[in-house]
């Protein structure tokens, strides 16, 4: 399910930086974000940058700014574990921000790479499912991308960027 049909994403650089707020969490949890991250660019074929601007925040950011992964988690935010606002231009995914529970410092090492995953979907276009089976199902029990995720990113994309493993997926529903 798309989140805003019409909009794309492109094939640029995903680029992306991290905020703990001083928030105490382990090098193997943050290591667990890049990683996602890594793994998500892979799948679409866009290079990943990892950039550290000092105080950027899920509020401070703007269009064309790298994407933000905030772990601060203000009262007025919703119940859970994370969420995502993207940035869209021109009908176009650019960038945006991720709100992590900071509790996520003691979450499991799968369970933060499924919500990074969960939540980039989002920045590119993907909204919640009601599928277990699927990574943009709220609960995050799937650990793979399903079908029905594979299938909106290669709509968001226009079928994967060029060599990815996700143009191989889609060229792989067609065939």
């Known amino acids: 399910m798309l989140r805003d049909p019409g909009v794309s994403a492109g094939c640029g650089p995903l680029r992306y930086t991290v905020n703990a707020h001083e928030v105490a969490i382990s090098p193997e949890r943050l290591a667990a974000i890049d990683a996602a991250v890594d793994e998500f660019g892979q799948l679409l074929g866009r290079p990943v940058e990892h ?50 529970n900071p509790i996520i410092r003691h979450a499991p090492t799968g369970l933060i790479r499924r919500l990074v ?31 029905g995720d594979l299938a909106g990113l290669a709509l968001t994309h226009s079928g994967g960027c060029s060599g990815s493993p996700l143009e191989a997926i889609v060229d792989g529903f067609l065939s």
């Open 51 to 100: 950039s550290a601007p000092e105080g950027a925040t899920a509020q401070g950011n703007q269009p064309g700014d790298p994407i933000v992964f905030d772990l601060s988690w203000p009262a007025e935010n919703p119940a859970g574990l994370g969420f995502a606002e993207p940035h869209v231009v021109e009908a176009g995914y650019d960038g945006g921000w991720v709100r992590l």
């Open 117 to 147: 995953l969960h939540e980039l979907g989002h920045l590119n276009g993907l909204a919640d499912v009601d599928d277990p089976d699927e990574l943009m199902d709220p609960t995050l029990v799937a650990t793979q991308w399903g079908p």
